[in-house]
């Protein structure tokens, strides 16, 4: 699965740590989401979402699709 | 003391203390009694597992999905690893070393279950340690 997490944060000048608290989760968690090497649960991708104001399918594609 | 980490845990530290020390006490005045014995080691063991249990439960509930799936995920491969490992190390002594077994049969058993145990934690080490540098 491709996500958008690396430019999102970018455009919004956030660190991984930013992001990570914003999520409740370990910058170690935000590193393994950007690099495409780790998916999330249904749960927090909707929380990314949230954390963005974007709609999850903006977000997240499916690399196979 | 209900958000300091340590204090939280020392705290539970004191406790399993106290508890070890009256069961020690129990021991030493009542454990020549037939059949109470068992009981004593049957009950302070359990304490320890419950309030290791009760520890884990809360250190597990505050990581993040991630690190719960590194640890899910070395705990079944690694684990498994060092399981198939250590019961190749320990059938291989068992039946072609049967000379380095001398001890007591109390002593074999704790070492055969501290050989298993010691080899899984490493399998289990090195697995979630895959799975973060993986991650990268």
Redo the contacts between chains.
């Keep these: 699965m491709n996500n958008r997490l690396k430019v999102l944060r970018a455009e919004r000048n956030w660190s991984q740590a930013d992001l990570a608290a914003a999520l409740g989760v370990s910058r170690q968690t935000v590193n393994a989401l950007e690099t495409g090497r780790y998916d999330p649960s249904l749960p927090l991708a909707f929380k990314i979402a949230r954390v963005f104001e974007q709609p999850i399918e903006s977000i997240f594609s499916d690399s196979g699709a | 003391m209900k958000d300091n980490p340590v204090a939280r845990y020392g705290g539970l530290l004191l406790v399993c203390l106290i508890a070890g020390g009256i069961a020690g006490g129990i021991s030493a005045a009542f454990g020549e009694t037939a059949g109470v014995g068992p009981l004593i080691v049957a009950g302070s063991v359990g304490l320890a597992m419950a309030a290791g249990l009760w520890v884990c439960a809360r250190w597990w509930r505050a990581l993040?999905?991630?690190?719960q799936?590194a640890h899910k995920w070395a705990w079944w491969w690694g684990s498994t690893f060092g399981l198939a490992i250590g019961g190749v190390i320990l059938f291989t002594l068992m039946y072609a070393a049967p000379e380095r077994l001398t001890g007591e049969p109390k002593d074999l058993l704790l070492a055969g279950a501290a050989l298993i145990g010691g080899v899984q934690t490493v399998g289990y080490g090195i697995a979630w340690a895959f799975w973060?540098l993986?991650?990268?």
């Design positions: 993040d999905e991630a690190a799936e973060w993986q991650r990268r």
